[in-house]
């Protein structure tokens, strides 16, 4: 018998004992034991806090990010090797797909966030705020790793994903990792974390994994540390009310299984194509690793008048779905996790059944495959009906966790929007309409008590990533049942990972603590053009005071010829009544343009390659015929870019803080204009 590994301390070691039996969902047979018992999970947190944290806190976001696309692209070179152990879990082709590819696909995902982060270990949170009258003392907001370890305690369902969606994001903020998945299909995490270690590319310390259980791990944890859970709500409470986990003030993000649901809109016949979106949508929602997803479709809401025909529709497409061995290339479905499971998912439909009844499928009996509906966790699909949602509880309360949902009708939108929120917080909803009226009533009304919705239509059906699929840069989680957390999430959920901190000082001493220019920070004054620099000669809050020059009738009058812009404020002498202004007023765009006239170095070729755009501009004053302006223009930022390939220009961006004033030093004008500049090669 194969017993698990962890890897913990820096080495693979096995558990003491035999260990909890592992079974292969579709046969039934023994596969691996996993056991942590005699591990120290005190010593292994502070492993990863004294030995992966420092590694990861020196490395900036940049470095991070490659760091997880090296992995990624190591990871899919043993993408047959991670199928195969797959199949045992009772996932097909498809369900694979989705928790293994889907979980590299993490990694490609937020190595990409890499570029919305300085190349920096930490990065500013927001703007900058001044605190005082004459601008001397500011106050700015930053984020730094957390040095501790994010501990995640996963689900079943996704073995890899759910390892490597959590990873990704602990990762990129700096933060070591040590994953605890759920015993039952932890034998295809540990093959896939087995390559992560053997690959050498992440920090000694950065990753642990434990197989089986975790003990008195939770006991152990700081302040410093992040703990995040992925099951059902009950041992998602039990865990979070772990007394160290309080006393400590740990952070603790739940996302928790939730009963999910999807409204068929008042709008919709049999005869749009928006009817066979929707019919298409349950029945993969119900059937994907056999309804076991915390994100599954368990209710469904649909108009009264259509509720024989979506009942007729869906039993014809539920029984298009072949069920048996993942292995053999008819089967659409595999069985449950497990035996346990499969025990389970029956006890709670017995208890839906209080209040519906089954119109499609047996909860005896299910017909297989190249299998033994016995030996495997087989369940043939189940489709309830509950006629009266408003006066029942267990549709609402009672999730069972496979291929299970309730159809359910409404009266109008208000009610649907009603029996949404009778779940009392779900991951994700879906609703199908051609009407963005009624879509903007339900997203509005429903909002509340979900956190993601799918609004789907016959426009975006064909490319729509569907009601199930957490995106990375979307938040994964939801309120009140749903575990009031959020995963993943873009920039912002790096920043669960990271302390944030707000700084205050001078704008100097805070230009020099953050590495990005605070307006009214002393400049740094260099006789060399900075336009005569190389990307790595350029100092952040190098400054160039340019000359002066006086905007005339002329300029204004040449520019709206040349720009077309004629409109009235800047050409007509006679509408100016009642606006905002005393004489015909320059175009900001004039002024930006003769502000780029002083400031531009005018000579011979020089490292900057071209003007890469605009970030922000105000025009904060109006300027007449008549004005003396001149241009303060200060190194911001500077952000290294990657050469595409061999041929490409080594090079950065070079963000300059560009503020357009007159002779009174009042500001006509504040933007920040991007240069692309060669590095020296």
């Known amino acids: 018998m194969n017993k698990l590994e962890n890897y913990v301390l820096g080495k693979w070691i096995q558990g003491d004992g035999d260990g909890q039996l592992l079974y292969n969902a579709v046969t039934g047979e023994a596969v691996a034991a996993a056991t942590t018992k005699g591990l120290d999970f005190k010593s292994i947190l502070e492993y990863g806090r004294n030995t992966g944290s420092p590694l990861l806190c020196k490395m900036t976001f940049q470095q991070r990010g490659l760091m997880l696309r090296s992995l990624a692209l190591h990871l899919q070179k043993h993408l047959d090797k991670f199928y195969e152990i797959s199949y045992k879990t009772g996932a097909t082709k498809a369900d694979s797909w989705v928790d293994i590819e889907g979980g590299i696909g993490n990694l490609f995902a937020n190595a990409s966030l890499r570029r919305k982060f300085p190349d920096e270990s930490f990065c500013l949170d927001g703007e900058s705020h001044n605190l005082s009258k004459n601008g001397t003392f500011i106050g700015q907001h930053i984020l730094v790793p957390k040095e501790g370890v994010a501990v995640h305690i996963n689900a079943f369902n996704f073995p890899v994903w759910g390892m490597l969606e959590k990873v990704a994001v602990n990762l990129l903020a700096g933060v070591p990792a040590l994953v605890k998945p759920a015993s039952i299909t932890s034998y295809l995490t540990e093959i896939v974390a087995k390559e992560i270690i053997a690959s050498g590319i992440l920090p000694e310390g950065a990753l642990q994994l434990i197989c089986g259980s975790a003990g008195d791990l ?13 099951g059902s709500a009950t041992t998602g409470l039990m865990l979070k009310s772990n007394q160290n986990i309080l006393r400590e003030n740990v952070p603790f993000n739940m996302e928790a299984d939730s009963l999910n649901c999807i409204v068929l809109g008042e709008d919709i016949n049999p005869d749009m194509p928006e009817w066979d979106i929707f019919i298409k949508e349950v029945r993969k929602e119900m059937t994907t690793k056999a309804g076991q997803k915390c994100t599954a479709i368990r209710r469904i809401f649909v108009p009264a008048n259509k509720l024989e025909d979506v009942h007729i529709a869906l039993g014809k497409a539920l029984a298009q779905t072949s069920i048996g061995n993942p292995l053999n290339e008819k089967v659409r479905m595999g069985p449950l996790a497990g035996q346990s499971q499969r025990v389970e998912v029956k006890e709670q439909v017995q208890k839906l059944l209080a209040s519906s009844q089954i119109i499609y499928g047996s909860l005896d009996s299910v017909e297989v495959i190249d ?63 051609a009407n963005d009226a009624i879509a903007k009533q339900y997203v509005l009304g429903a909002a509340n008590y979900h956190g993601r919705i799918l609004v789907l239509n016959n426009d975006c059906a064909k490319e729509s990533t569907g009601h199930g699929s957490p995106l990375p840069l979307l938040i994964h989680g939801g309120p009140g049942r749903a575990g009031g957390g959020e995963e993943m999430g873009g ?61 005339t009738d002329a300029d204004i009058n040449s520019f709206a010829n040349l720009s077309w812009d004629h409109f009235y404020p800047h050409t007509d002498h006679t509408s100016l009544e009642g606006t905002l202004f005393e004489h015909p007023v320059a175009h900001g765009y004039l002024v930006l343009s003769f502000a780029a006239g002083l400031f531009v170095e005018n000579s011979a070729k020089c490292p900057v390659l071209l003007n890469y755009g605009i970030d922000e501009l105000r025009f904060t004053k109006p300027v007449y015929a008549g004005t003396t302006m001149y241009v303060r223009f200060t190194c911001k930022e500077k952000i290294a870019q990657e050469p595409k390939d061999e041929n490409d220009i080594p090079k950065g961006i070079v963000k300059w803080y560009v503020e357009m004033l007159d002779t009174n030093n009042e500001h006509l004008g504040i933007g920040t204009i991007l240069t692309m500049v060669a590095k020296k090669k």
Do not use: W
Not at 219 to 224: K, L, M, P, S
Not at 400 to 416: C, I, K, S, W
């Open 371 to 433: 299998a033994d509906a016995n030996k495997g966790a087989f369940i043939s699909p189940l489709l309830l009906l509950d006629e009266n949602p408003l006066l029942s509880n267990a549709v609402h309360e009672v999730e069972a966790f496979g291929p299970v949902a309730t159809l359910m009708p409404y009266q109008n939108m208000d009610e649907a929007i009603h029996l949404s929120r009778m779940g009392k917080g779900s991951l994700c909803s879906s609703i199908v309409t």
């Open 491 to 551: 920039v912002r959920g790096v920043k669960h990972y990271m302390q944030r901190v707000a700084i205050q000082g001078s704008p100097t001493t805070l230009t020099a603590i953050t590495n990005v220019y605070q307006p009214g920070a002393k400049g740094i004054n260099d006789s060399v053009h900075p336009f005569r620099k190389h990307f790595e000669e350029i100092q952040i809050g190098e400054q160039l005071i340019t000359g002066k020059r006086t905007i």
């Open 218 to 230: 939770l006991d152990h944890v700081t302040a410093q540390d992040v703990v995040t859970f992925t």
